[in-house]
């Protein structure tokens, strides 16, 4: 008795990680080459983990390569039933003949071996008659073979003698593969952030994981609303607000009522009402606009073929442009699995642009598509110089005379708001400028996003030839690796590469390295054996720039009494500069009055205006002359009354 193998557990469909990619290695070896690499195979893991998707995939693998083998799976317990029907039925001999021939034998859960005498001298008998004859045989426990109890030595030692590799638990990388790849299959979409949530919490394994996923799936089935973040994260009890969903489960929910496609209904409720108004081929050409344009795909064709009296072959029309859709989509796809950023441009929206996207995917497939670059939006010439940040600035123009050899690598650290990433994209395009350059400049969220996508559609020796090539490697936020191994793992291999060549290196964090929890002791060190250039709070210098600048582009003309105001106020950073200026800005424009000293007091220091304020016709530049003489500032007032105890000071904000 044997099991067929399971369609879906095959390699393509195996996402790897690092905990379980010497695991992977193994079977595609053995199955490339089964009896000469490693016989027998032994794999092991905790329930849960991959061992028998793997088993199978190993099937696989090695029909495809070798139509002609013959190749069994079957799982321990049914072995021995087998076993037992043939001895019972006096066909001892024949039952092992039968193993003995197969070219490939996968058996699964060999843990069940304990206590089982009998069936141990059956295995330690078929695995050396399957290697004498070079054949594979592949098993799989849920412990290596020493620690299956009461297990015959002779058999623990020629299990041994192959190869004994493990896979472990997936680290977060791979989780958010998983669960995005498995999404994609069933069709399913959540909110941004929803799948790295659910990746982010400890699950003892796959199959707990896919239960997670299986309750957010069941909870958007039956609500209008989508799965959030955060209420995933109550959906899965990882907060202490955690509701229970089974009754919604239960209860059909007010959203979508017996899985009815209401794109479908919609669809048809659109062709019965313009059939009514129009002839029937406009209202096919409608409905099929309608579904593309749905799906963000641009129409042009088909709104041409409606603006025609009786064009010819609408069917064929409507089927090729559909046709089209599908290879766009295709294409999408299949650059997404290199170059997840790529795959969002125009041109594969645009049927009429079909050559310019099979151009680029070819570009995209032979690894022509260079990383992520720095952001035109952050020149060097923009960046507002002063002492808080004299010494980052000092470190960045030495990086640019040397690239490579002068800092390297450059740590630029400070609180959020500061100017960080505005200076790093800055030294990024600084170096782009040179010939040849290859610059990397992005966020290490998006290094990770780049990498999960990797794992998930098998390219990350791809993605690691791509910034290989890279000149110059920069990273925004480099804290956010804390935790994530196997990202971890590929920047220090990165980094060791990239140093070793003279290219520069630039990061940003908000502490220095050494402090940031969750960051390997090797990388770490690393990023200390370079320059951290600290930004502090924005100087006067600094604000004043900013503050110039900012209201020039708004077509501003700022009083200096409005710049010294703005700028001696204390602000913890650029960020907070900039809200305060934009919260006087929309206050001057509600009011219709002009953008001033004695506005911004009124707007930021939390004080309401006074109805002679308000009443007041004629603006002047903030000097008023009395018609009892002297000069008043509308600014400061003084008001002396008879008795000294009445004298108060007026502000007039």
């Not at 960080?420 to 290859?438: D, M, S």
Request: with cysteine; aromatic share 6%.
């Amino acid at each position: 008795m044997t099991t067929a193998l399971h369609p879906k557990y095959s390699f393509d469909t195996f996402v790897v990680g690092a905990a379980n990619r010497l695991a992977v290695t193994a079977g595609r070896t053995v199955a490339e080459n089964p009896g000469t690499a490693y016989n027998p195979l032994f794999i092991y893991s905790g329930s849960g983990l991959g061992k028998t998707h793997l088993l199978m995939a190993v099937g696989h693998a090695a029909k495809k390569a070798a139509p002609a083998l013959s190749i069994e799976y079957l799982t321990l317990d049914e072995w021995v039933e087998a076993f037992h029907a043939a001895i019972a039925a006096g066909q001892g001999d024949a039952f092992r003949r039968r193993f003995q021939n197969v070219d490939v034998l996968l058996v699964d859960d060999v843990q069940f071996l304990t206590n089982r005498k009998e069936m141990q001298s059956e295995l330690l008998r078929l695995t050396e008659a399957l290697q004498t004859a070079g054949r594979q045989i592949v098993l799989t426990s849920d412990r290596p073979p020493p620690q299956i109890a009461d297990l015959d030595e002779r058999l623990i030692s020629r299990l041994s003698g192959g190869l004994v590799v493990d896979i472990g638990v997936p680290d977060y990388e791979t989780r958010v593969a998983i669960l995005r790849r498995k999404s994609e299959e069933r069709g399913v979409r959540f909110d941004p952030g929803v799948l790295e949530t659910v990746a982010g919490a400890e699950f003892a394994n796959v199959r707990e994981l896919m239960g997670a996923l299986n309750r957010l799936v069941a909870f958007q089935a039956v609500n209008e609303a989508s799965v959030t973040p955060e209420t995933a994260k109550r959906i899965l009890g990882l907060s202490p607000a955690a509701a229970p969903v089974a009754a919604a489960a239960s209860s059909g929910g007010p959203g979508r009522p017996g899985g009815a496609d209401e794109f479908g209904a919609f669809l048809a409720d659109v062709t019965v009402t313009v059939g009514k108004a129009v002839e029937a081929w406009r209202a096919r050409v409608t409905e099929a606009m309608l579904r593309w344009e749905g799906e963000g795909y641009r129409t042009q064709r088909l709104e041409a073929l409606l603006k025609q009296e009786a064009p010819a072959a609408v069917d064929a029309a409507i089927t090729e442009f559909a046709h089209d859709v599908e290879r766009l989509k295709a294409l999408e796809s299949e650059v997404a699995q290199f170059d997840p950023e790529a795959a969002g441009h125009s041109v594969f929206r645009d049927p009429e642009r079909m050559g310019e996207a099979e151009q680029a995917a070819a570009r995209v497939r032979e690894g022509g598509a260079p990383p992520p670059g720095p952001s035109a939006a952050f020149p060097l010439v923009a960046f507002a110089v002063g002492p808080s940040n004299q010494v980052a600035v000092s470190a960045a123009r030495a990086v640019l005379e040397h690239p490579g050899k002068k800092y390297n690598p450059l740590v630029l650290v400070g609180k959020s708001g500061l100017g960080k990433t505005h200076l790093l994209n800055a030294i990024g395009l600084e170096l782009a400028r040179k010939r040849g350059a290859v610059v990397a400049c992005l966020s290490t969220q998006a290094f990770i996003d780049e990498l999960i996508a990797a794992i998930d559609g098998n390219h990350v020796d791809w993605w690691r030839a791509r910034y290989r090539r890279a000149t110059a490697l920069l990273l925004d936020d480099i804290h956010l690796i804390a935790g994530k191994e196997r990202t971890q793992e590929e920047l220090f291999n990165l980094f060791n590469l990239l140093q070793d060549q003279d290219r520069q290196l630039v990061f940003t964090a908000p502490t220095p390295p050494n402090t940031l929890v969750g960051l390997e002791e090797r990388i770490a060190s690393r990023l200390e054996g370079g320059l951290v250039a600290e930004l502090t709070e924005p100087d006067r210098d600094v604000k004043r720039t900013v503050l110039e600048r900012l209201l020039t582009l708004q077509g501003i003309n700022a009083e200096p009494a409005l710049i010294d105001y703005l700028a001696d106020r204390h602000a913890d950073s650029v960020r907070g500069l900039v809200a305060g200026v934009q919260r006087v800005v929309s206050a001057a424009a509600a009011q219709d009055a002009p953008v001033s000293a004695g506005l911004a007091r009124e707007v930021l220091e939390g004080q309401a205006p006074r109805e002679a304020r308000r009443s007041a016709g004629l603006r002047t530049s903030g000097l008023v002359v009395s018609s009892l003489g002297g000069i008043k500032s509308r600014e400061k007032m003084v008001w002396d009354w008879t008795d000294p105890t009445d004298r108060v000071i007026e502000e007039f904000r």
